[in-house]
């Protein structure tokens, strides 16, 4: 074995390594019938090489489909994932390996984040269902009152002869809830009707799930160049210096000597 060989022996069993690692974190076919709920499905998954093949045409909708649902805040991720994977003919290990993006540690911020993004969107393209303010009181022509729609200013009452209970007490919780959703709620001295609460409720859902796919197609994307870029040059450069293991020779075509 000469010099060249055996580096490239060394290069070969230290990428082996490195996959392993990676590997460890996706669900591998070895290993997938240990998985709950989709491990009942590992004779089938098995027969199905699209869900372990890492050519680009099933790595790309995996990108792209895994970073949406990750940012989904609903249960059972992994078999939506794999029904996504059967439907769109695209890897799993790499969409099973995406839904450990959002965990208890990363769950709030992605929350936060993508209902902010949500409801920017919402309110940009004029989709959110914002009540009406109400109409500006109507001025008569011919009035003697320059300001007929102002009101005069009231003096506050003497600190004396406040009542005892004018004294608002703090409520940071529900100061923050009216900043996150005071368009969309009634004035606090008015109670939440549970017309008020579905409403409230279906904008919290629209604002999540838009701003989930908007961030999640972001995300793939990203994930999308980086494997074009990095991945894909990086295969073909190592293929094309793989050295050559065996050497034919030419066939003689040279006739038999006569006797």
Same mark, same amino acid.
């Given at each position: 074995m000469t010099a060249e060989e055996n580096n490239y022996r060394l290069r070969h069993f230290a990428r082996i390594r490195r996959a392993k690692f990676w590997l460890k974190y996706m669900p591998r076919r070895a290993r997938f019938h240990t998985y709950p709920v989709v491990g009942r499905f590992s004779a089938f998954a098995r027969k199905r090489n699209y869900l372990w093949s890492f050519n680009y *045409?099933? *790595?790309?909708p995996a990108l792209y489909l895994g970073s949406v649902l990750t940012l989904i805040p609903i249960p059972g991720q992994l078999p939506l994932g794999f029904l996504l994977c059967l439907l769109f003919r695209s890897n799993f290990m790499v969409m099973g390996a995406l839904q450990f993006v959002s965990n208890p540690a990363t769950g709030p911020f992605f929350l936060y984040g993508t209902y902010k993004l949500g409801a920017v969107t919402l309110d940009i393209t004029s989709l959110s269902s $914002?009540?009406?303010?109400p109409p500006a009181p109507a001025v008569f022509e011919g009035s003697l009152n320059p300001a007929p729609g102002i009101a005069p200013p009231q003096d506050a009452a003497p600190p004396d002869l406040a009542p005892p209970d004018a004294e608002t007490k703090p409520t940071?919780?529900?100061? $923050?809830?009216? $900043?996150m959703l005071g368009d969309h709620l009634p004035p606090r001295d008015q109670p939440i009707t549970a017309q008020a609460w579905v409403k409230i409720a279906m904008?919290?859902?629209?604002?999540?799930?838009?701003g989930a796919i908007i961030a999640g197609l972001a995300m793939g994307a990203a994930l999308d160049l980086l494997w074009r870029w990095l991945m894909i040059p990086a295969v073909r450069h190592r293929l094309a210096r793989k050295p050559v293991t065996a050497v034919v020779s030419p066939?003689? +075509?040279?006739l038999?000597? +006569?006797?």
């Open positions: *045409i099933n *790595i790309r $914002r009540p009406e303010p940071p919780w529900l100061d $923050r809830f009216y $900043r904008h919290l859902l629209a604002a999540q799930l838009l066939h003689d +075509t040279s038999p000597p +006569t006797s």
